[in-house]
């Protein structure tokens, strides 16, 4: 996932300001919202992110493929051996 740094915010800042946030997703379409250094959460301007991009069905089977594999990777993990 390529993340805009415009889009960036962190946690502390969506609890304490969540306009603010909510105008950078207005604004860029979407608002990263960081937990511990790390990508946690995304906010989307539904309007505009629909108009622009639909998901195809590749990006949906990557998407339900990393879920799975999150899910049961300790099982996977034991299977590879």
């Not at 993340?3 to 990263?32: H, L, P, W």
């Not at 998901?55 to 051996?81: G, H, N, S, V």
């Amino acid at each position: 996932m390529k993340i805009d740094t415009k889009t960036i915010v962190t946690m502390t800042e969506a609890n304490q300001n969540f306009s603010r946030v909510a105008k950078k997703a207005d604004e860029y379409g979407v608002a990263i919202i960081f937990k511990n250094n790390r990508p946690k959460y995304q906010l989307i301007d539904l309007d505009r992110e629909a108009t622009e991009r639909e998901l195809t069905d590749d990006e949906k089977i990557d998407i339900i493929a990393r879920q799975i594999i999150k899910e049961y990777k300790p099982a996977f993990l034991e299977l590879a051996k």
